[in-house]
């Protein structure tokens, strides 16, 4: 009998075990997965990380890029072995940080180093460009980099509309011929409506949110900072979700964001 009794516990811990393996085997999530096609970008002008406060802080430009769970972001004044940055080079710094690849283009030397734009990305690029923008207060630059998926290029316009509108033709050469969605994001230093986001229209669908202002940080007045698809690289009107990110003291001007789908 008690020979009996022991094979019957064997018995119905090895159903147990069967049973819980089969439950691990088979997880039932209630979150559907992320479709292939669905990006999530953003846009930030970062003050070479120099808050409101004046205090230069890596760490907590870090922790609202990572909040914000982008598959890329542009992000503008960064500073490259500058006295001004103690020789560090800034966007390494975020990457570090945060784990995502830097790809950096200089627009200028400044301080001993350079100063320029960035992309932030969850993977590294397949093929960067680098083309020069006119500037007359301080010479501009485009940064294109190529994904497998898509296209961002990043870009910090001139102050001038004149070198704004001429810029227009060389940022739709450089981004001509790709077959996947191209995104064009950064601080372009003009305000919806004008004759320069006018003209960027004909040629661009802007994602993000345009009545939402972006600068300055504390207390937003004016929307400076966009993302914006190129209409020809879309055959549907995309699917989208914007937003400025609540960032008050972190840089001078808040990010944005966006959550693409093309349907």
């Not at 485009?142 to 998926?149: D, G, H, I, M």
């Not at 994001?185 to 305000?191: E, H, I, L, P, Q």
Request: aromatic share 8%.
């Amino acid at each position: 009998m008690k020979s009996d009794k022991i094979n019957m516990k064997i018995i119905a811990f090895l159903w147990t075990a069967i049973f819980l393996s089969t439950m691990v085997a088979t997880p039932v999530s209630s979150q559907e997965s992320p479709k292939a096609d669905h990006l999530a970008l953003g846009s930030y002008n970062i003050r070479n990380a120099r808050g409101m406060d004046e205090r230069l802080d890596y760490d907590r430009i870090a922790q609202v890029i990572s909040r914000m769970r982008v598959d890329a972001i542009a992000l503008q004044e960064l500073d490259s072995a500058t006295h001004r940055s103690e020789g560090l080079y800034v966007l390494g710094e975020l990457a570090k940080r945060t784990g995502l690849r830097a790809t950096f283009a200089p627009a200028i030397e400044f301080d001993g180093g350079k100063y320029g734009i960035g992309i932030l990305s969850q993977e590294t690029p397949i093929s960067v460009q680098r083309i020069p923008l006119p500037g007359e207060e301080e010479k501009r630059t485009l940064l294109v980099t190529e994904f497998k998926r898509y296209v961002l290029a990043c870009v910090h316009f001139s102050l001038t509309e004149k070198d704004r509108l001429a810029s227009i033709p060389l940022i739709l050469d450089a981004l001509d011929g790709y077959a996947k969605p191209v995104f064009l994001a950064g601080d372009w230093n003009d305000t919806p409506h004008s004759p320069f986001l006018q003209e960027i229209e004909k040629r661009f669908i802007l994602l993000s949110d345009t009545t939402s202002p972006t600068y300055p940080a504390p207390a937003p007045t004016e929307t400076l900072d966009y993302i914006a698809l190129l209409k020809k690289t879309t055959g549907t009107a995309p699917r989208v979700k914007a937003d400025v990110i609540e960032a008050r003291e972190e840089s001078d001007h808040r990010p944005v964001r966006v959550e693409w789908s093309p349907k």
